[in-house]
């Protein structure tokens, strides 16, 4: 018995069939897109830090002012600062790096609420789709920042750990900005994860809580102290692998 005898048969007509499958392969063309219209537009924005945060930030919040203030600082030490683009602590980051000297980078997502593009990106990447925009943000950073935030930074956050966990791309900084937001996590993935061996002790490595925005910067300096920012002829092929 075949693969097709097990599946269940839709009830489609061979014109019906056809279109749908015409659309399927146009679909697949137009994510093709924006990884390649994408990547054309960044390929000199380098080197970045991606900061990750809530849409629902208001700029009265202290996080809002201490996320502004960390891009600001990213961005005159030299680096170009990613933001997902929208409002909340997206636009502080790209409000800190737009005052800056180095570019401030916004990769939107066409969202049916919240999101909505901020006045202050110097380059403004649109995606349809997330996984696009996630490889985006994972090729061309050096060092990822995640501000508090939602279900949509969580899922940034564990993004990256679990690539850079499997070696999918470059050892880099994770840092956690606001111990008040992340310690309980933290103490949760030490507690549960670790003691029911989902991770090895090494993996809690991989993540560093640091409230101090100059502090933050030095960190991802010293990381890159010995190996410099550009990519290594064996980091460059794991990110093509993504």
Not at 155 to 169: I, N, S
Request: charged letters at 20%; aromatic letters at 8%; one cysteine or more.
């Amino acid at each position: 018995m075949s693969l097709s005898d097990k599946l269940p048969q839709p009830n489609l007509t061979e014109q019906a069939t056809a279109a749908l499958r015409a659309r399927e392969s146009y679909h697949v063309l137009k994510i093709i897109s924006e990884f390649v219209e994408a990547q054309e537009d960044l390929h000199a924005v380098h080197p970045a830090v991606s900061i990750f945060g809530s849409a629902r930030t208001k700029p009265e919040h202290p996080f809002y002012q201490r996320c502004e203030t960390l891009a600001r600082l990213l961005s005159d030490a030299g680096f170009a600062v990613l933001s997902g683009g929208g409002p909340g602590l997206m636009e502080a980051a790209n409000k800190g790096a737009y005052h800056g000297k180095s570019p401030s980078v916004g990769l939107n997502i066409e969202l049916p609420h919240e999101q909505h593009p901020n006045p202050y990106q110097d380059l403004s990447v649109k995606f349809r789709h997330f996984f696009p925009r996630k490889v985006m943000f994972v090729k061309h950073a050096v060092a990822y920042v995640v501000m508090p935030g939602g279900f949509g930074t969580l899922d940034e956050m564990f993004e990256a750990l679990t690539l850079v966990q499997t070696g999918k791309t470059r050892h880099m900084p994770i840092i956690l900005c606001g111990s008040e937001f992340w310690s309980g996590l933290v103490e949760w993935i030490r507690d549960q994860l670790l003691t029911h061996g989902m991770i090895g002790a090494k993996d809690l490595d991989l993540l560093k809580i640091i409230d101090d925005p100059q502090e933050i910067v030095q960190t991802i300096f010293d990381h890159y102290e010995v190996s410099g920012f550009r990519l290594q002829p064996e980091e460059r092929d794991k990110i093509l692998s993504l």
